[in-house]
């Protein structure tokens, strides 16, 4: 029994013994890499990231010079201010064209509707320094809520209109949420705020006429005249028009 209970007790010492050892190299082991392999791994990320850094700036400087070789012969022979000044008139001209263009479209559209309310012509431009639309010698944002709505659809369906006389890109419609609807429930407006009954007539009839590209006009009040117009109504009921959107 005593012979048993000595080899544990060896046994036992020499197991400490082994553990103090491996703690011993371990914490040796522990001490050179945070002295010697952590500062060394640091510095070789550091050397990498500049490397990496030089050999982009190296790729841009190559870039940027063979881009200005590319200019430099182009613009051979032409006074580079000149032809800055050339572009820029050049952009300018083409620019106020297609606004006059366009402004012609408005006005036509808007004279079919007599957004006015009399048979005659609506001058229709655009000011540059106010960057708004000027009709009938008024700016836009001096017309009531109703009539803004009606003009910026006009505008939206012009452009689109333009676009393809130009073969510009365009989706090929427009989808119009309440240009007719001037308020909402239990909103109380100006006159000048609201939009004639005969004027939202002659709104969905001038537009009617479209057959190149699609409009799509979405409201809340629509009591008028359908001919010549696919017109959906939603009614949540299951027996009556359509249910809803979707």
């Known amino acids: 029994m005593n012979e048993t209970i000595e080899l544990i007790h060896n046994q036992n010492k020499d197991l400490k013994n082994t553990l103090n050892e491996n703690e011993s190299s371990f914490n040796i082991l522990n001490s050179h890499i945070n002295n010697e392999l952590k500062p060394t791994k640091k510095s070789l990320e550091e050397k990498m990231g500049k490397a990496v850094e030089k050999e982009v700036i190296k790729q841009k400087i190559i870039y940027l010079t063979t881009m200005i070789n590319e200019l430099n012969t182009e613009t051979k022979g032409i006074p580079l201010d000149l032809k800055i000044v050339s572009n820029i008139n050049n952009d300018n001209d083409n620019v106020s064209s297609s606004i006059n263009e366009l402004c012609q479209i408005m006005s036509k ?46 505008f939206l369906i012009s452009l689109m209109q333009y676009c393809y006389t130009k073969n510009l890109p365009h989706t090929g419609f427009v989808l119009i949420d309440s240009p007719l609807t001037t308020y909402q429930e239990g909103e109380e407006l100006d006159e ?14 001038t537009f009617s006429k479209e057959r ?32 809803g959107f979707l």
């Open 109 to 154: 559209h808007l004279e079919d509707m007599r957004f006015n309310q009399v048979n005659s012509a609506i001058e229709v431009y655009f000011d540059y320094k106010e960057h708004d639309f000027i009709i009938d010698n008024k700016l836009r944002s001096v017309y009531g809520k109703g009539y803004r709505a009606i003009i910026y659809a006009v």
């Open 192 to 205: 000048k705020d609201k939009i004639p009954n005969d004027l939202k007539k002659r709104f969905i009839q």
């Open 212 to 243: 190149e590209n699609q409009i799509i006009i979405l409201d809340n009040q629509f009591d008028m005249d359908t001919n010549g117009i696919n017109y959906i109504k939603f009614t949540k009921k299951a027996d009556e028009g359509r249910y």
